[in-house]
């Protein structure tokens, strides 16, 4: 199945998840109707405790940007940058296929 959409792929070590939980309810409720994210999930590395993956799903890059220079955003990446013992690492991923 071809797709498009963009991913936010974020890397990251924290033993504070649930404060993370917390902060992302926060800026969920700050940005309201600006949000472009479709989808937020965070995974953890069962090899790796502590270790987390963050997917964020964007319908595209430009929505993306929009968001990640939100000011909003940018409070809370700052905060989120603080609950992390290694990281936060980002990678940008344009969707290719999915099926």
Known sequence: MTATGFIQMIHLKTSKIKEMENLHKEWELAIGLENKVINTTVVEDIE???WHVVWVEFPNYKEAMINSNHPITQVFAEKLAALCEEGPDFCNLSVVFAG
């Open 48 to 50: 790796n405790p502590g």
